[in-house]
T-cell receptor, first 111, second 112 residues
């Protein structure tokens, strides 16, 4: 039931764009995105709800494709501060359920 | 600073020893969580407390116990530590009905 994140790792130069995907084999109710810098706590970025709109956080946005049971995180014009590991957490049905996290996507942005 | 505070930050134990990881939040949140994070595995929920007075098992509860001492504090206890419990442990909190949004800095636990 663990969602699959792709790619596993991305290397970018400042200003480049990236897309991180989070796919589930089970129907999703919501997807939560977090970023974690090395040695630090995860930081909540945004939540995507089934049937909800695309969300944004600065130059980071995300979408939720119900047909594919997939969420995509878009990082536009990447900055050095975007480096870290991005995790998606998936919730499978309405009401309050436990998040199941993906294994993470490591993103490194270089000057 | 407001947030989630975990103690200790680092700990080394011998197999069979017991210890309690402490967590406190000052955001008046009802819900609190304990996760463990292992390389390549993401975060896995150990236990959570939707509100004061309630606790429920997560994905990987075996070998752990929890206590929701009051609204602010949620502790995690390892009764007889095993090497498989070597991990980084994160406490988190949220408004009731929401998924975790605020995490502590983690406790790095090694069991020899």
């Amino acid at each position: 039931q663990q969602p699959v994140q792709s790619p596993q790792a991305v290397i970018l130069r400042e200003g480049e764009d990236a897309v991180i995907n989070c796919s589930s084999s089970k129907a999703l109710y919501s997807v939560h995105w977090y970023r974690q810098k090395h040695g630090e706590a995860p930081v909540f970025l945004m939540i995507l709800l089934k049937g909800g709109e695309q969300k944004g956080h600065e130059k980071i946005s995300a979408s939720f494709n119900e047909k594919k049971q997939q969420s995509s995180l878009y990082l536009t014009a990447s900055q050095l501060s975007y480096s870290g590991t991005y995790f998606c957490g998936t919730e499978f049905s309405g009401g309050y359920n436990k998040l199941i996290f993906g294994a993470g996507t490591r993103l490194a942005v270089h000057p | 600073n407001a947030g989630v505070t975990q103690t200790p930050k680092f700990q080394v134990l011998k197999t069979g020893q017991s210890m309690t990881l402490q967590c406190a939040q000052d955001m008046n949140h009802n819900s609190m969580y304990w996760y463990r994070q292992d390389p390549g595995m993401g975060l896995r929920l150990i236990y959570y407390s939707a509100s004061e007075g309630t606790t429920d098992k997560g994905e990987v509860p075996n070998g752990y116990n929890v206590s929701r001492l009051n609204k602010r504090e949620f502790s995690l206890r390892l009764e007889s530590a095993a090497p498989s419990q070597t991990s980084v442990y994160f406490c988190a909190s949220s408004v009731q009905g929401e998924q975790p949004q605020h995490f502590g800095d983690g406790t790095r636990l090694s069991i020899l």
